[in-house]
């Protein structure tokens, strides 16, 4: 098993930096802007052939006793129960604070290994000016630069400690077996709540406030043998609406989440029906080439009328996603979640779906003798074979003349066959035409 180390300290000190110094990533939002970071985000670290799960985790007020802070405090303490070991961040700069003091009386509390890290300290002299942290009562104070990465390798020595004897048997699966999951939707649809009722635990801040979610947050999962990688995005809004720097990263990084998953769970809300950015985030997500399942969250809020009116909002307005499985949910309720994995399963499998030359060519001249192509001035577009281009989307790539003159009309016929044949059900798919030059056109 791999050892765990959880970044505990209070806001602004510098966590979510020495969390991408660990991980050697930039998988935490960074700025000048305390309480960023509000639920747990988890990255691999290594050192040397010693690999390791850091937790990075939002500012942490021990005694907070309502709103958002008492939700990220849950988050926090949920991390320090699941680590090995806890490194305390202080701010050698700013020095010691009050709050800083609730917080190691915690951490004395439970007993548990910490390693206190006094960030910032680029250019500091050692001895005295860290002197006021040994009040913390939690042992040697260690100065480290995360920006710069000084002291960071002898920090995590000794928070990892001995290493302990290694178990053959001990492997994980290979990545390929993992399926990559981004939720993803408009502020405030119920993202976190719906993964929260997955996990069967408060894993992700889930609060009545748009934009609670700021990063896209990873959670490892497994499902009736099959394991998935849960991807909490922030919650996208219209581009004019989008005014902090923080929310302008937050978007970045959930438009990368989208690309970099296997399947996309489209979350909408029946209360406030399909908006234009619900077609905004439909359309990247096609373009993305992501398989995609739809869901609409909240269905035992609205009657029958507004799934009425919901239902003819969908067709108008998300009419490209028609190839997608459509799911109504109730993720507070945890109603109608069994058929989503299902159809999720479904979705990758149709993106990974391999399609024969021999089968994707019959299927061809099949269409072409049910409905041949629009005649185009003497020519008729010759469809004479096809085959696969690719895979997640699935590419398929067909090879005639004049092709160039086949209209989007029958591509989506063409299109509407292929899906039946090969049951490309939650993927898009994607039609490439290559004409072969003739040399006996004139060209004049």
């Not at 000048?32 to 639920?39: K, S, V, Y």
Request: charged fraction near 25%; glycine fraction near 10%; hydrophobic fraction near 40%.
């Amino acid at each position: 098993m791999k050892p765990v180390l959880a970044l505990v300290g209070r806001p602004n000190v510098g966590k979510s930096t020495l969390f991408n110094r660990l991980t050697r990533s930039r998988d935490a939002i960074v700025a000048d802007f305390p309480g960023l970071t509000r639920d747990r985000h988890y990255g691999v670290g290594r050192l040397g052939t010693r690999e390791f799960i850091a937790i990075d985790t939002g500012g942490f007020e021990p005694d907070a006793t309502g709103g958002i802070y008492k939700e990220m405090a849950r988050q926090t303490r949920q991390a320090v129960a699941e680590a090995d070991a806890v490194i305390f961040v202080v701010d050698a700069r700013a020095g010691l604070s009050a709050q800083d003091h609730d917080i190691a009386r915690y951490l004395r509390r439970l007993g548990k290994r910490c390693v206190v890290a006094a960030n910032k300290a680029e250019g500091m002299q050692g001895g005295s000016q860290f002197a006021e942290f040994y009040e913390l009562g939690l042992g040697e104070v260690h100065p480290v630069s995360a920006a710069h990465g000084q002291g960071v390798r002898g920090l995590t020595e000794l928070a990892l400690g001995p290493e302990p004897p290694q178990d053959q048997d001990d492997e994980a699966a290979p990545d390929e077996a993992v399926i990559r999951l981004a939720v993803a939707g408009r502020p405030n649809v119920g993202k976190s709540t719906l993964i929260n009722a997955w996990l069967g635990e408060e894993r992700l801040v889930a609060f009545d406030q748009p934009g609670t979610t700021r990063d896209a947050i990873h959670v490892p999962f497994e499902r009736n043998g099959q394991r998935f990688e849960l991807i909490d995005t922030a919650g996208l809004r219209r581009k004019g609406r989008v005014f902090e720097a923080i929310e302008k990263f937050s978007v970045v990084k959930t438009l990368q989440a989208i690309a970099g998953a296997n399947v996309v769970l489209l979350l909408l809300d029946a209360t406030q029906g399909v908006t234009d950015q619900d077609a905004h985030i439909a359309g990247y997500i096609v373009e993305s080439g992501r398989a995609v399942v739809v869901a609409v969250n909240k269905w035992d809020a609205v009657d029958e009328y507004e799934r009425s009116q919901l239902q003819r909002s969908l067709e108008l307005r998300l009419p490209f996603l028609g190839f997608a499985a459509l799911h109504h949910i109730s993720a507070r309720k945890r109603q109608g979640l069994g058929p989503v994995w299902q159809s999720i399963i479904q979705a990758h499998r149709a993106a990974s779906r391999k399609m024969p030359t021999p089968a994707l060519t019959r299927l061809l001249h099949e269409a072409v003798q049910h409905q041949a192509p629009k005649r185009v001035g003497m020519f008729r577009p010759k469809l004479r074979y096809a085959h696969q281009g690719g895979m997640n989307p699935p590419v398929v790539v067909v090879h005639g003349n004049s092709l160039e003159h086949v209209t989007d009309a029958y591509k989506r016929y063409l299109e509407g066959r292929l899906r039946k044949a090969f049951d490309l059900i939650g993927t898009p798919l994607r039609i490439e035409m290559k004409s072969s030059s003739n040399p006996y056109v004139d060209k004049a």
